[in-house]
């Protein structure tokens, strides 16, 4: 019983296998001898368990057959069994057999077709590229190895290239001009021995009995990306590059350009209305063209002259010349020239030109020339020229140049130039130039920042100073930039203290000059807003507001304190009828007078200050 279970589980483990596999693909031995068609037909039947349909009227059934076969594909077979004078094709589990059309007398095409094989194993090889070079036909080998590609008769050469990814290369010179079968054995690529530096096997067809084949299975393989891909870590952006390609480029291209990554073919134009559709076909990922006209998209493996696309330009490697996208333009290369995209431009390497985006433009590398854009340039590594952004502008490394943006410049090592941005600008170290904008941050520069707070981290002017003056008993300030030009940002309180405001805020710029080693002379300038919140005029359209400039001496008392005091002069004018806020006595220099111009009245006088300053040497 267990010997009749376990032959009973054989037997329908054989039929569930064969059914998987398409009749016309089924390998099968067969040992014909002096057999009518018809009993020829049952036999190949039963051996690839399927069924045949087909007319008797239109097969002659009483002709005989003597054939052997071993370890042979069904279609094989049949092309040995009726001399390509029956056509056939599967539809489930049966082969229809269909009487042949009579040859044309001067046919414009023919027919190859066969099987893609291992040399060494015999195994069929799923996902070969088989193409022909001068009418760009091709066809890739499907999970059982067997291809089918059409040519035309009036090629004077015919010469079929198949190329897989980890396999020598192949081409085989066609002589006929017949429809026949060439079947192709491909050698493995030896283990250690450089991709780069194997030859093309040429051999010439000869039509010769019908290969025997292995019986082993072969399962349909994923699509393997490049080897420089596996080598390299792939960015965000570039991911992203890869997710975009994928989306528009049919199976068959991907397949092809992973199998020819060593064959590069030349046009000099071409025109597509889909990466798939167009006069370069299905091998568009591996032609390099000097012309490129994409009606809608277009996908290549490089640009040497000029391309326009009406909504999308994909290439893969290299741009020369001109490109414009409606949409956006994908390099996978390098861009030398001018690219100008409605929305987005990205490259994944050097860009040395123009890069023009209504939106985005993106640079995997050096960026030489200028980047401008409606929102954001970005360039992974050095920007040599300018970035000009309506929002931000990137640099991986090092800028010479300029970046000019509605908000944000942002360079990851220094800048020899300018940065101009509306809020922030961050580099390591600005020589040559300037950084203008609301705030600037920099490990050291060689030249002042302009804007309302600056900070440099090295050779830079930071202190935070706790003082009293005649108007606050205690004054928190922070001085930022260089020790040319910094900022000033103070708040003071009084303690309710009478005639004095309870808080007040200031802004101001000051400079300063070395004295010594351990003393320094600061210049400053302040502005003061003085904030009592028991005047109900001021809490309407009142101000109160002091001017102070003021002289002070800087003495270090240890690495990181000092002691700061001297001298100011003070001019505090008022709408709310407040007198001078005063602590101490004053050194009056004028005293409630009126303009003809305002309802204000001002006062002048000199005050002095003292405090503690801590920061760096």
């Known amino acids: ?266 046009r000099d134009w071409q025109v597509s209305f889909l990466p798939f559709i167009g006069t370069n076909h299905r091998l568009s990922g591996r032609i390099s063209n000097r012309i490129s006209v994409n009606i809608l998209m277009g996908y290549s493996f490089g640009v040497r002259a000029f391309e326009v696309g009406g909504l999308m330009n994909l290439v893969r490697t290299d741009v020369q010349g001109f490109q414009a996208g409606g949409l956006a333009n994908i390099v996978g290369g390098k861009v030398t020239g001018v690219q100008l995209g409605g929305l987005a431009n990205y490259t994944n390497r050097e860009v040395v030109g123009v890069q023009a985006g209504g939106l985005l433009n993106t640079g995997g590398k050096t960026v030489t020339g200028a980047q401008v854009a409606g929102l954001v340039n970005f360039a992974n590594q050095e920007v040599q020229g300018g970035q000009i952004g309506g929002l931000l502008n990137i640099a991986g490394r090092s800028v010479e140049g300029i970046q000019l943006a509605g908000l944000v410049n942002y360079a990851q090592a220094d800048v020899q130039g300018w940065q101009i941005g509306g809020i922030l600008n961050r580099a390591r170290r600005v020589t040559k130039g300037l950084q203008i904008g609301l705030i600037n941050i920099a490990d050291s520069v060689g030249s002042v920042p302009i804007g309302l707070l600056s900070f440099v981290r090295k050779d830079g002017y930071q202190r935070i100073e706790v003082a009293a003056t005649e108007v606050n008993v205690l004054n928190v300030t922070l001085r930022t930039g260089t020790k040319r030009l910094y900022n000033i940002l103070t708040a003071g309180h009084s303690f309710d203290r009478l005639g004095s405001p309870r808080l007040s805020a200031g802004y101001g710029l000051g400079t300063a000059f070395t004295l010594s080693r351990a003393t320094l002379l600061n210049l400053e300038g302040t502005y003061h807003h003085l904030f009592y919140f028991d005047r109900v005029y001021q809490a309407t359209n009142g101000w109160n507001n002091q001017i102070r400039l003021s002289t002070l001496i800087e003495a270090k008392l240890s690495r990181h304190v000092s002691l700061a005091f001297g001298p100011s002069v003070n001019w505090y004018f008022s709408t709310d009828g407040t007198t001078q806020p005063l602590l101490q006595p004053e050194v009056s220099l004028f005293a409630d007078r009126t303009d003809a111009y305002s309802n204000a009245h001002h006062w002048g006088w000199i005050g002095f200050q003292v405090g503690l300053r801590f920061g760096n040497s």
């Open 1 to 266: 019983m267990r010997h009749f279970i376990f032959l009973l589980y054989l037997f329908v483990s054989v039929r569930l296998f064969a059914q998987s596999v398409p009749p016309l693909d089924r390998v099968i031995s067969v040992d014909i001898r002096n057999e009518k068609i018809e009993s020829a037909l049952r036999q190949i039947s039963r051996a690839g368990h399927f069924e045949f349909s087909y007319n008797p009227t239109r097969i002659d059934g009483n002709a005989v057959v003597t054939l052997r076969l071993v370890n042979t594909p069904v279609r094989e077979v049949l092309n040995r069994v009726f001399q390509n004078q029956v056509s056939y094709k599967a539809r489930g589990n049966h082969v229809i057999l269909v009487r042949a059309d009579l040859p044309e007398a001067t046919p414009k095409n023919f027919l190859l077709d066969g099987y893609i094989l291992d040399e060494k194993t015999g195994e069929r090889i799923a996902q070969a590229s088989i193409f022909e070079k001068t009418t760009l036909a091709s066809t890739v080998s499907n999970p059982f190895g067997y291809y089918r590609l059409r040519l035309s008769t009036d090629l004077p050469t015919v010469r079929l290239d198949v190329r897989k990814q980890a396999y020598i290369g192949e081409t085989v010179l066609i002589r006929s001009r017949s429809t026949h079968s060439v079947s192709i054995r491909m050698t493995p690529i030896p283990a250690r021995l450089a991709v780069e530096t194997l030859p093309i096997r040429v051999t010439e067809d000869t039509i010769r009995p019908a290969e025997t084949l292995a019986s082993v299975p072969v399962e349909l393989p994923a699509v393997a990306p490049d080897s420089t891909s596996q080598q390299q870590s792939v960015s965000v952006l570039d991911q992203g590059r890869q997710r975009i390609t994928r989306l528009f480029v049919s199976s068959q291209q991907a397949i092809h350009d992973v199998n020819l990554n060593r064959d590069t073919l030349y």
